[in-house]
C-alpha cells in the first residue's frame, strides 16, 4: 500500500506524468529497502487500477489518465473519511454549514 501511494503520490504531484517510466521493481527495493514481493504487490495494485502499464522487457509506465483516476478515487475517499464525519459530528454539535464554512478558512488561514 505504501509503495503504491509513494507512487500516486509522485503522479499526482507531476513528478511523474503520463508515459513516464516508473523506476524498476529492483531500483524500488533497493531505495526503500523492503521486500521484493511487497514492491510488486503495490505495483499490481496500481496496473489492476489502470494507473501503471506494462512495456514487456522494458518496464513500468504511467498510463494516460492516470492522475485523474488517481484524484476521482481520492476525492472519493476525502468525502467518506473526512467530510462524512465532519459533518455528522457538525450536527451533533449544532454547528450549522456557514459555521463550517467559516472554521474551514480560519483553519486554513493558519500557518501553512
Do not use: C, W
Not at 14 to 42: M, R
Not at 77 to 95: H, N, Q
Amino acid at each position: 500500500m505504501q509503495i503504491r501511494d509513494k507512487i500516486e503520490d509522485q503522479i499526482v504531484n507531476d513528478q511523474l506524468k503520463e508515459q513516464d517510466q516508473v523506476p524498476s521493481t529492483n531500483q524500488l527495493v533497493q531505495f526503500y529497502k523492503i521486500n521484493h514481493i511487497t514492491v510488486a504487490k503495490g505495483i499490481n495494485m496500481l496496473v489492476d487500477e489502470g494507473i501503471l502499464f506494462k512495456k514487456r522487457g522494458v518496464g513500468m509506465f504511467v498510463a494516460e489518465g492516470a492522475k485523474e483516476i488517481i484524484m476521482r478515487k481520492r476525492r472519493s475517499a476525502f468525502v467518506d473519511e473526512y467530510v462524512l464525519p465532519l459533518v455528522l459530528e457538525a450536527e451533533k454539535l449544532g454547528i450549522s454549514e456557514a459555521e463550517i464554512a467559516a472554521l474551514i478558512k480560519e483553519t486554513k488561514g493558519r500557518d501553512q
